[in-house]
């Protein structure tokens, strides 16, 4: 992606994940918002956006971080939230037997002792190849993998969504299901 893509990826990342108040924008209940207000408000900020660059961005995201509507009228980010009063409202699935989780190696001991937990979204972040744990935990320093017996959870009543992203998402992990490297 370009500099200005990334740019755009980023602020929406911010907007429809976590402050969209910062330009005066409303999501509803399901994290929604309406496209046009979306550019209105995001060009009364400094922020200048084409509806062609917008499509732009959420066709060329490596990682399908955002959704359009199919009527095209609103757009949303597939998962990562922090506000509290956003549920995307995934119908619960079933994962395959192993997820991973990929972290910094500085955080293995406080998962050790409390597991994965959300912290300030609304989910913890699961995938179902390494390739993307490393990548994830690459983001945060020195990455370790972090593998989680989805199935012996599920089978004690954990449940687990799947973003339209194919990311898999659970309220916590607690420390017992994981296997440390």
Do not use: C
């Not at 320093?141 to 954990?158: E, S, Y």
């Amino acid at each position: 992606m370009t500099d200005h893509l990334v740019q755009t990826s980023k602020f929406l990342s911010l907007i429809l994940r976590h402050a969209p108040e910062k330009i005066g924008l409303a999501l509803d209940a399901q994290g929604w918002a309406d496209i046009g207000q979306l550019l209105a408000q995001a060009a009364q900020h400094g922020r200048r956006l084409s509806r062609e660059q917008l499509d732009d961005v959420v066709a060329r995201d490596s990682k399908s971080r955002y959704a359009i509507s199919g009527d095209g009228l609103r757009i949303r980010a597939n998962q990562g939230h922090s506000l509290a009063a956003v549920d995307i409202d995934l119908p619960p699935a079933t994962p395959p037997a192993m997820l991973y989780h990929g972290t910094a190696s500085r955080f293995v001991e406080a998962i050790l002792a409390a597991g994965l937990l959300p912290g300030a979204r609304n989910h913890v972040h699961l995938s179902s190849n390494l390739e993307t744990a490393v990548a994830v935990g690459a983001r945060h320093g020195k990455p370790v993998v972090l593998t989680v017996d989805a199935a012996a959870m599920q089978a004690q009543d954990h449940v687990f969504y799947v973003s339209d992203n194919g990311v898999w998402l659970a309220d916590v992990v607690p420390a017992g299901f994981i296997g440390f490297p």
